[in-house]
């Protein structure tokens, strides 16, 4: 799931707000991964994607995606205008929006196939690098651009046939060919991989016990990071700010990180977490935990330094399985020191 604050601050600071999310659901007969039960909006004008996959009567292998948003006015008719289309063997994707004369200032329409073939062949390497050969997936996206005051509820499913994906996205014109897109797609084709009709690589260590909300907290900070992998091989950099999640209520006094003790508090085997609340909002807190621990307080991850050796290795290592997170953020939860908090938001950004 992705949520995007308002239009300006998109474009002044990037990827804002984004998160993630997918849930098990036990009440639904049929499925082993199903749904969310409930879906919050938690900001005026916020986005919220998700994608969900189960096999239906158990064997008919089904998986959907669906937009979420507010606003005044209701989506009649798909964008009919397509902007761009490009992309690989396994991972394509075409960009549609009303009228090219709409465009945001900030999106050069020509170069719009480029940021689309950039984001296709990282998602390409990243995948390969994660998962390796292991029941490769493919994935066709369409993204639908939609004006910022529009309300969307779509929810697309299919049967997966072969091993195509194919998901329909929306999301307001900010969004378009900026980093925001990219990290949401990336995002939820990672719960995809990892879940029911993904590629089912079996966890590192089996024996592991965590609650099924704690699996889902994995999930979702596992998410995140294939999406920070998959943008900084794209582009060359990724801030943390695209993490960072002002909403976050569970850090007390604390600046976009966890203490080791709230850490523990989340991580520890088999702990009952109060609420689903907190496998959304602690999801990027561990990961800028991981970030300022490991990568540095610096703004910003740039290809080619140690800091985004460590991300990538991250990925290709740990996070398979979400479980395989696990002794990773343990870790540095048991280290006898607190991550160091987010410089940057020492000082309001709005
Ligand atoms: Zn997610």
Redesign the pocket.
């Known amino acids: 799931?992705a949520r995007h604050s308002g239009a300006g601050l998109i474009l002044a600071i990037g990827a804002l707000g984004l998160a993630?999310?997918?849930t098990q659901n036990n009440h639904h007969p049929l499925s082993s991964l199903s749904t969310p039960g409930r879906v919050r909006i938690v900001q005026a004008g916020a986005t919220i994607n998700f994608v969900s996959a189960w096999r239906f009567l158990g064997v008919i292998p089904v998986y959907s995606s669906r937009s979420v948003f507010d606003g005044g006015k209701k989506l009649r008719r798909d964008p009919p205008f397509l902007l761009g289309s490009n992309g690989n063997d396994i991972v394509h994707l075409s960009i549609s929006m009303f009228t090219p004369k709409h465009l945001p200032p900030a999106i050069v329409k020509s170069e719009v196939n480029d940021f689309i073939l950039n984001f296709a062949n990282a998602m390409k390497m990243q995948m390969d690098r994660v998962w390796g050969e292991r029941n490769k997936r493919k994935f066709d996206f369409k993204y639908y651009m939609v004006g910022n005051k529009t309300q969307v509820a779509r929810n697309k499913t299919h049967i997966l046939f072969g091993k195509t994906f194919h998901l329909l996205f929306y999301g307001k014109h900010v969004g378009i060919a900026s980093w925001p897109t990219a990290l949401t797609l990336a995002?939820e084709s990672y719960?995809l991989m990892v879940g029911a009709l993904g590629a089912h690589v079996p966890p590192q260590n089996p024996d592991l016990r965590l609650t099924r909300r704690q699996s889902e907290m994995l999930d979702?900070v596992s998410?995140r990071a294939f999406s920070a992998c998959v943008a900084l091989q794209a582009t060359g950099r990724i801030e943390y700010m695209a993490f960072y999640d002002k909403d976050v209520n569970m850090l007390g006094d604390r600046h976009g990180t966890p203490s080791d003790a709230q850490m523990r508090r989340v991580l520890m085997p088999g702990r009952k977490i109060p609420d689903r609340d907190t496998v959304d909002f602690m999801a990027s807190p561990l990961l800028l935990a991981w970030w300022t621990e490991y990568a540095g307080t610096d703004k910003v991850i740039g290809l080619g330094t140690p800091a985004a050796a460590k991300l990538f290795d991250l990925c290709a290592h740990h996070i398979a399985n979400p479980q395989d997170l696990w002794p990773v953020l343990w870790k540095l939860a048991n280290d006898g020191h607190d991550a160091p908090e987010l410089p940057f938001y020492k000082t309001p950004v709005f």
């Open positions: 799931m993630g999310c997918i995002h719960h979702e998410a």
